[in-house]
Nanobody
Framework: VQLQASGGGLVQAGGSLTLSCTVS????????MGWFRQAPGNQRELVAKITITGGSSIFYAESVKGRFTISRDDAKNTVYLQMNSLKLEDTAVYYCIAEKLGDRFWGQGTQVTVSS
């Protein structure tokens, strides 16, 4: 499973960015997709995750609830992370993940930098 993430960049606080992650095979071959992030000096944390099989249940970290939205486009084998009302503390490298039968696959990170 290969993941191609894009959409990071520099944005002012309060602004918005959308991250995209496209998987190299049918999205229906996966159990879930999502996003982790890692800020300097911090552990990697799960930001959002959406299930693929058995419906589309969604998890959000408390720190992003109400500001971030994860969604999927099955025809494009792509998952999105819409990030609104960005804060300085959202600055991190964001990693796309896919889960399949207990395995987790990682995409390359994309940098999100929020400036004041």
């Amino acid at each position: 499973v290969q993941l191609q993430a894009s959409g990071g960049g520099l944005v002012q606080a309060g602004g918005s960015l959308t991250l995209s992650c496209t998987v190299s095979k049918s999205i229906f071959s996966l159990n879930a997709m999502g996003w982790f992030r890692q800020a300097p000096g911090n552990q990697r944390e799960l930001v959002a995750k959406i299930t693929i099989t058995g419906g589309s249940s969604i998890f959000y970290a408390e720190s992003v609830k109400g500001r971030f939205t994860i969604s999927r486009d099955d025809a494009k084998n792509t998952v999105y992370l819409q990030m609104n009302s960005l804060k300085l503390e959202d600055t991190a490298v964001y990693y796309c993940i896919a889960e399949k039968l207990g395995d987790r696959f990682w995409g390359q990170g994309t940098q999100v930098t929020v400036s004041s």
